[in-house]
């Protein structure tokens, strides 16, 4: 359980710390475009049934480190299981995005949402537990939830949204009720995180992805103030270890500063954010991880290996000793399409091993 | 056909001139929220068969000013008429979004294409000019078009798209394609706008709806160059008038600096946006028109008012000599949605003109 970690670039680089070259892992790396995970999927018979199960989880998880280089491994599951673990009803329909089948949509409903027991997603330790044990400390594991208001998107709308007009319908009219249901669901995810860590987390992620279709003001106040609540809560440290803590607000480019302030150690970026002006204006308070677009990976191996080198030089050198800090972790801007020719994460991975070490040269 | 335009405060405010109060229309205020217009829409059979015949076009492009008190009127049209009229097929199954029958995917399709005889479009012309004279002077006309860059999307992916793949994958591993289809868009959009303006618009709208999809950079390439090059091509002033141009990027946030420096008169803002922080930025280069979330207009009167209030104080009072530049015209952020009340619509407007004078007293 407590093997020595071998490659700790990607922790360090969290921390802002000098490493040799910049650490790469991509969202969603566990996933669809692999062969290898459509076929263990196939055994698993659903979604879920990979999910909750210890050794198909640990399988998929470790699936893209034989392939690619990465620095990083994270927890094969879902943004959701902590309303599925409150009695929402999870499901997965083949080709079709995740369902509840008890939307949250009026008072009653909300009144009866509490913190669920967490016996009830000790699959998702388990799995944290074993993926540690066969990492064997070739790489650090990530841990993750939804954030609160994203996790909110989908218990009242009941599945994804292209309007979240049910949502904001909620927030807008009942902002009673969205507070209720967000402060339940921050104080849930902080309690998930937690025991993912004392699981074996070696770090851990808030996947705000819906933040961005909140309007200016509304982002803060339902949004961002309960990310803040779970960040509160979320311990820093494991046997002795620091744990650093990633947001990442996808269409949140406009409150970078705001979301740095929370203290969050690392700031996920999607690619309509310059990763250079990104680093001008939050660079010293924390580390940015992202962020190419996924679809440049559907582009030549030399096309890919281009835009690695654009993302790269728009962070540019750590050690440059204008106080704007360092710390970049090269990743995609959202997750991966299932539709990646699994050939150009090579590209892409080996041009961030095999580029980004000039980054790092000592001045 | 040149009435005295009684109420010129929408292009007063599109030029930054002072105004007694603060304009207002809505993005799509012609459309299936109302009654009136589902029942037009029912006896022209479908959405080209309601957009090519005159007549309807001018009921329902005037319904809305019949119910409202709304500044301006936009010509009834789609953003996706000149990739019609350049022969790709567009239509609208029932309850779905715009379709092409004959997507541009491949170098010979792109080859191919080239600005449409405006002739195809009279339709267009026809209504501008019909609309104009059903005015009468009561309010502005606003024409429009699809930006090249959001036509391309829909002309490459032939349909809506979540993910941007097929145009992306053309972006990124042909941009010689993609650079000949875009020169081919502007050139077209441009001589259809300056044509809907010799026809009797009054100020005209650039709908660059997907530009934040683009990842920076690629949109300064892709959309923003293209857009650049329409408003190069577009008339400034028709029978002793000025027009004034207006262009709205969704997710554009980030970059209103370079959306302002293109020198358009106007820069729409989605919710995402802090209206008062868009005025520091680029208030002394461009009016600034939005920018309230559609879904506000789900909520209760007295909520909408509020929220309408808020928007108006975070732009602020236009008279504050402190060089900041003031220009408002209140409008949503997106499209309005076809599920709103149509009273919340009264609520909004009777808001902006009950609460904006304020805004506009003379210090």
């Known amino acids: 359980m407590t093997a020595t970690l071998q490659n700790d670039s990607f922790l360090r680089a969290c921390l802002r710390q000098p490493t040799d070259h910049t650490p790469v892992w991509l969202m969603r790396q566990a996933g669809r475009y692999l062969p290898e995970y459509r076929a263990t999927r196939g055994q698993a018979g659903s979604f879920m049934g990979l999910a909750t199960n210890t050794d198909f989880a640990t399988e998929v998880t470790l699936q893209p480190l034989e392939r690619y280089k990465?620095?990083?491994?994270?927890?094969?599951?879902?943004?959701?299981?902590?309303?599925?673990?409150?009695?929402?009803?999870?499901s997965f329909a083949l080709g079709e995005g995740p369902k509840f089948a008890h939307p949250v949509r009026d008072e009653a409903a909300v009144a009866k949402l509490e913190v669920p027991d967490m016996a009830k997603l000790q699959y998702v330790f388990d799995a944290v537990t074993s993926i540690r044990k066969a990492l064997n400390g070739r790489v650090p594991l990530i841990g993750f939830s939804g954030s609160p208001w994203t996790l909110a998107c989908y218990m009242v709308e009941g599945a994804g949204s292209d309007d979240y007009r049910l949502v904001k319908t909620m927030l807008y009219s009942?902002?009673?009720l969205m507070h209720r249901m967000l402060k339940v669901n921050a104080d849930a995810v902080a309690?998930?995180?937690?025991t993912q860590i004392e699981a074996g987390a070696q770090a851990v992620m808030i996947f705000d992805s819906w933040g961005g279709v909140l309007a200016d003001?509304?982002?803060?106040?339902?949004?961002?103030d309960y990310t803040r609540r779970v960040l509160a809560q979320l311990k820093r440290e494991h046997n002795g270890q620091r744990i650093p803590h990633i947001v990442f607000t996808k269409g949140g480019g406009l409150w970078l500063e705001e979301i740095a302030a929370t203290g969050a150690d690392v700031v996920g970026l999607d690619w309509t954010v310059n990763l250079g002006k990104a680093r001008q204006r939050i660079g010293h308070l924390a580390a940015l991880q992202g962020n190419l677009d996924p679809n440049v990976l559907f582009a030549s191996p030399e096309q890919i290996r281009t835009e690695v080198q654009k993302t790269l030089d728009n962070f540019g050198p750590w050690a440059r000793g204008d106080g704007l800090g360092a710390g970049h972790i090269f990743n995609l801007g959202h997750g991966i399409s299932q539709h990646t020719p699994p050939e150009s994460v090579s590209a892409l991975v080996d041009a961030v091993h095999e580029y980004s070490p000039r980054m790092h040269t000592r001045r």
Chains 1, 2 share one sequence.
């Open 217 to 224: 003001g509304a982002f803060q106040t339902f949004s961002l």
């Open 70 to 90: 990465l620095d990083a491994a994270i927890l094969f599951s879902d943004i959701l299981t902590v309303p599925d673990a409150m009695g929402l009803g999870l």
């Open 191 to 194: 309690t998930y995180l937690n």
């Open 174 to 176: 009942r902002p009673d």
